[in-house]
Every structure is written in C-alpha cells, then in structure tokens.
C-alpha cells in the first residue's frame, strides 16, 4: 500500500492547502448539493453528513452550506449538477480514474481530455480502467490517540483493516460502513482527520524518481479543475520519493 499512502499524503497535504486558501470551498459546495439530492437531513443522509464534516473543517459559513443543501434538495434555488467519471492512462502505462461533478458536461471533458494530452496520457473508453479499483471507505485519526483505543473502536464497528502510517492511524472500510465508524469515533470525542469514501486498486504500476515526478504533474494539475472532485490512480510511487514542494 505504499503508494497508495504516498498519494493520499499528497492529496492531503495538498487539500489542507487548499483549505487555508478557500480553493477548497468549490469542491465541497458541489459535494454537498450532490449528496443534498438523497435528503436534506444528515440524520438521515450519510452522504451528506460526511460532506458537511468537510465543509466544517474547511471554515465554510453556515450559509453557504444550507445554499448548497437547498439547491441540492430542491428547496431552493434550482441548478443542475451531475456526476461524472473519466478514465485513462497517464505517463507510463499508470491507470487514472477522475471523479468530477458538473454543470457543463462539455467543458468537463474538454478539461479533462486536455489534461491527459498535456502531459504525455490518454483519455479512455468507459470501463477501461474502473475495473482495477475498488470502493471503500477510508478514515483517518490523529496519532496523539492510543493505537489499541482506535484499533478496538474501528474492528468492533465492522472495519476491515487497521493500519498505522507516517502521521496517522488509517482504517479501511466499507463505503456503506464509513458513516457508522465515524458517529462511533465522535461517540468518545475523537475527531477524525479524514472520512471519505474513496477508490483504491489492488494491481499497482512500480514508477521511479522520473516518472514519478512526470505522474505527479498529471495528477496535480487534475486535481486543481474546478470540475474534479477526486482523481485515483494505481501508481505507487517509491519510498523515497519526496512530496515537498
């Protein structure tokens, strides 16, 4: 899993960023009028009770937020926003699975196809690449806990797998199972530092320094569309491959 946690250290790293800078605030806007269209009340929407956590953490204005729950809902203002997954191949062969939400399919994939050509990938059929990853739920806790407290907490609510990484504990689980943890964590006053539901492949691309430099570029520069929500790949990127920029 280890390049697996390498990008999910970058594509934290790079949201905390992004959140002190309000970037943030567009990705999490969409996600909750999205996640608003199963209901308007988190207690019974687990969907959007995930995408409100984000958007608290990301300082978001109260009104902002019930904007977004109202447009989503339909009981507010109308708009029209859909879910879209592109899939391809970025330097080297690496599968790329691209989640954006849009209101404008055909700048969407303008977008995104210009981001495949620019740096040296392609843009895939439907099917192409979304085999090879699977759905789950991942969330994150704070190290300063005990290792036994968060590991007990995460098995006995059903998680199926517990690790410790650089700077936190991670636990996997499944996506219908995310929301269940979390409420069990806040249940003895542990803040998670992440909770999303994700995609993550089990068959990995080896890259080195090169290449993944050329890889990271690719994802970055995905990242940052207005349109994109969440960009997956299977590269694994190598041990001492540095993130700081």
Not at 115 to 134: Q, R
Not at 187 to 195: F, G, Q, R, V, Y
Request: hydrophobic share 35%; glycine share 8%.
């Amino acid at each position: 899993m280890a390049g697996h946690s390498k990008w999910a250290n970058i594509k934290h790293r790079k949201a905390r960023q992004d959140a002190s800078r309000g970037k943030i605030w567009t990705k999490v806007i969409r996600e909750i009028t999205v996640a608003a269209k199963g209901g308007p009340d988190p207690a019974d929407n687990p969907r959007l009770r995930l995408a409100l956590d984000k958007a608290n953490a990301a300082n978001m204005p109260k009104d902002t937020i019930k904007r977004a729950i109202q447009k989503g809902s339909g009981t507010g203002e109308m708009g029209v926003l859909e879910e879209l997954i592109f899939e391809g191949y970025g330097p080297n062969g690496v599968a790329i699975l691209v989640e954006t939400m849009t209101d404008n399919r055909n700048r969407t994939v303008a977008d995104v196809r210009h981001a495949f050509t620019k740096f040296g990938g392609n843009m895939g059929t439907d099917g192409s690449v979304a085999y090879l990853f699977n759905k789950l739920g991942i969330v994150h806790v704070d190290l300063s806990y005990e290792e036994d407290q968060i590991m007990e907490i995460a098995l006995d609510e059903g998680a199926d797998d517990f690790s410790k990484q650089d700077d936190y504990y991670e636990i996997i689980t499944s996506q219908g199972n995310l929301s269940k943890i979390v409420e069990a964590f806040k249940n003895k006053n542990i803040e998670p530092l992440l909770a999303e539901n994700t995609m993550r492949a089990d068959t990995l691309v080896n890259l080195d320094q090169e290449s993944s430099e050329k890889v990271l570029k690719i994802m970055n520069f995905m990242d940052d569309l207005d349109d994109v929500q969440e960009v997956h790949t299977n590269a694994e990127f190598p041990d001492d491959f540095s993130i700081d920029e």
